[in-house]
T-cell receptor, first 117, second 115 residues
């Protein structure tokens, strides 16, 4: 079963507008972490934002915020005031406890965002 | 602080050959994970090393192996290359990977093409 689901393969947004990238997850753990990464065409994965399962407030990092709805198991990324440089692939990831007793990352399939001038 | 470095950045190999990829984590980071990224399968976890020991392993055949050295640098090896091994191989480091909040920092990747 898919543990991280990103239902939007591609998105367009006008420069300076806000955009929401969807992510839902599935876990039976109580303690887990949710992350968003950005992958430009160069290939490098860039860490954007983190939300812990016990965090009561939504995480924010500059123009990025994470809309965390625990009951719905969703962790959407909101990018405010989009810039041309935001055009990239965005991955949602979850870090959950593995059977080895350590944590393991699981990534979604990604959403390709294109910012239009 | 220097980021994660991976060498080489690009590699072309022939079917049946073997290849070794290298990753140097951020200074002080002890956990190194490897991922394979392909258009069809997305980002798939290969394995994680911590303090020279493999701590986690994904669902890849035994042709894929790795190791970590005492300075936390890691190598992964793929033997008997197949066309399907063509992919971007990403290495990621984190402090110790023992908490859900342990974000990983990725290197630029090695793009492997098997012909």
């Amino acid at each position: 079963a898919q543990k991280i689901t990103q239902t939007q393969p591609g998105m367009f947004v006008q420069e300076k507008e806000a955009v929401t990238l969807d992510c839902t997850y599935d876990t039976s753990d109580q303690s887990y972490g949710l992350f968003w990464y950005k992958q430009p065409s160069s290939g490098e994965m860039i860490f954007l934002i983190y939300q812990g399962s016990y965090d009561e407030q939504n995480a924010t990092e500059g123009r990025y915020s994470l809309n965390f709805q625990k009951a719905r198991k969703s962790a959407n990324l909101v990018i405010s005031a989009s810039q041309l440089g935001d055009s990239a692939m965005y991955f949602c990831a979850m870090r959950e406890l593995h059977t080895s007793g350590t944590y393991k990352y699981i990534f979604g399939t990604g959403t390709r965002l294109k910012v239009l001038a | 602080k220097a980021g994660v470095t991976q060498t080489p950045r690009y590699l072309i190999k022939t079917r049946g050959q073997q290849v070794t990829l290298s990753c140097s984590p951020i200074s002080g980071h002890r956990s190194v994970s490897w991922y394979q990224q392909t258009p069809g399968q997305g980002l798939q976890f290969l394995f994680e090393y911590f303090s020279e020991t493999q701590r986690n392993k994904g669902n890849f055949p035994g042709r894929f192996s790795g190791r970590q050295f005492s300075n936390s640098r890691s190598e992964m090896n793929v033997s008997t290359l197949e066309l399907g091994d063509s992919a971007l191989y990403l290495c990621a480091s984190s402090l110790d990977g023992l908490a859900p909040s342990g974000e990983q920092y990725f290197g630029p990747g090695t793009r492997l093409t098997v012909t």
